[in-house]
């Protein structure tokens, strides 16, 4: 078995890791420079962890599949899924991106995971909500793996209603995920430290006469408004955060 994993800020890091821990699988994150088409020929099983965006799959992840399709096809799939609050059918989205894969599903799960999203006053970043999680995350996680051993198959967002619960966000989002494409801004505050360039998943930042310069690919991870340890970085809520998620752990 194998794992690969999409991670903005560590929420989906952790699932998946945990997991293989838990499983025995070799886990690589999709920004890892190694050799996926190898990697993904010598499975028998593969296990994907993302984070769900407007009940869509992350654009790096589908862009992934995209390129690995025909071989990803083939295999059985685990699918986890990481979210806020909900996504309906977040697990299936995945699914879809490659016709007839569905049946070779054997599990899907969606995990709760604490709040990313730091600069945006309805959602505050809170201790008492990361320990809850995470706790609640592990609980799952145990019993996903006892099921997965015992030959218990269980697919979340395969009923008719979190179809429906998933198509009251990814109906709207692709216009919102094409206007967050040039969403990053860096305010006054920025040292040109470089810290965000080095880390965006989608290599849509760059220096230039000591400020940060964007090329147009965002796609709203929150990895730079997370980590700017000027907290000058921001994308599509252009507000200072207050506090930082700095992960689960």
Same mark, same amino acid.
């Given at each position: ?15 998946? #890791? ?14 890892? +420079?190694?050799?996926?088409? #190898? ?6 099983t593969l296990a994907v962890c993302y984070p769900i965006y407007g009940s869509l799959v992350p654009r790096i992840m589908r862009e992934f599949v995209e390129k690995y399709k025909n071989i990803i096809g083939e295999k059985k799939l685990i699918i986890f899924c990481t979210q806020m609050m909900f996504s309906g059918d977040g697990a299936r989205a995945f699914a879809r991106l490659i016709p007839?894969?569905?049946?070779? &599903? ?19 970043? #809170? +201790? ?9 995350? +592990? ?24 179809? !429906? ?5 990814? &109906? ?20 040109? /430290? ?14 230039? +006469? ?13 990895? /730079?408004?997370?980590? /700017?340890? #000027?907290?000058?970085?921001? !994308? ?14």
């Amino acid at each position: 078995m194998v794992a690969i994993y999409f991670s903005g800020t560590g929420n989906s890091e952790y699932i998946s #890791r945990r997991f293989s821990d838990l499983m025995g699988a070799e886990c690589q994150s999709k920004e890892e +420079d190694v050799d996926f088409e #190898r990697l993904l020929s010598g499975a028998e099983t593969l296990a994907v962890c993302y984070p769900i965006y407007g009940s869509l799959v992350p654009r790096i992840m589908r862009e992934f599949v995209e390129k690995y399709k025909n071989i990803i096809g083939e295999k059985k799939l685990i699918i986890f899924c990481t979210q806020m609050m909900f996504s309906g059918d977040g697990a299936r989205a995945f699914a879809r991106l490659i016709p007839g894969c569905e049946k070779n &599903v054997v599990y899907a799960e969606h995990f709760s995971m604490p709040n990313n999203i730091c600069n945006f006053f309805l959602f505050p970043i #809170r +201790d008492k909500e990361r320990i809850r999680k995470k706790r609640a995350a +592990d609980k799952k996680l145990e019993k996903t793996c006892q099921n997965i051993r015992r030959g218990i198959s269980k697919k979340r967002g395969w009923h008719f209603f979190s179809t !429906v619960l998933g198509k009251t966000q990814n &109906v709207t989002f692709p216009g919102i995920e094409e206007k967050g494409r040039s969403a990053f801004a860096a305010d006054q505050d920025c040292t040109g /430290c470089g810290l965000c360039v080095k880390r965006c998943p989608m290599q849509n930042l760059e220096l230039a +006469d000591g400020r940060v310069r964007q090329k147009d690919n965002c796609i709203l991870c929150y990895r /730079c408004v997370n980590l /700017c340890p #000027r907290r000058a970085a921001t !994308v599509l809520i252009h507000k200072k955060p207050k506090r930082q998620y700095k992960g689960i752990c």
